[in-house]
């Protein structure tokens, strides 16, 4: 079973920067697709960032685009979002997300797409 672990988190002030971590362990040999969502409690749960099996297509919400950047340590079995110029909007719990397969095909921003999730990790922008 594949399990994923975010990381990173934490409250800063509008401008500044953050980098979230998403390990992955249990079944590490398989390539799988990965991607960012974020979700609130009043809003649907939103796709940020994907990237592919062997990271080398990037793809990006509109809201954040210019902003962030996803990639993939594959040796590592880590994925990283780099958050710059983080804003109030940017107030969210980040999720880490993976897919195989099949599912690696279907839209990345539909949250039905993929298979596994982490726990998800705090980020607060705040003045």
């Known amino acids: 079973e594949v399990r994923l672990a975010e990381s990173g988190g934490g409250s800063v002030k509008p401008g500044e920067s953050l980098i979230l971590s998403c390990l992955r362990s249990?079944?590490?040999?398989?390539?799988?697709?990965m991607a960012w969502f974020r979700q609130t409690p009043e809003n649907e749960r939103e796709a940020v960032a994907f990237i592919d099996v062997l990271g080398t297509t990037e793809q990006y919400a509109d809201s954040i685009k210019g902003r962030f950047t996803i990639s993939r340590d594959r040796a590592k079995n880590t994925l990283y979002l780099l958050m710059n110029n983080l804003q109030p909007d940017d107030t969210a719990t980040y999720f880490c997300?993976?897919?195989?397969?099949?599912?690696?095909?279907?839209?990345?921003?539909?949250?039905?797409?993929?298979?596994?999730w982490g726990q998800g990790t705090q980020v607060t922008v705040s003045s």
């Open positions: 997300a993976a897919a195989f397969g099949g599912h690696c095909t279907l839209p990345w921003s539909e949250a039905k797409t993929w298979q596994f």
């Open positions: 249990g079944f590490t040999a398989s390539r799988a697709c």
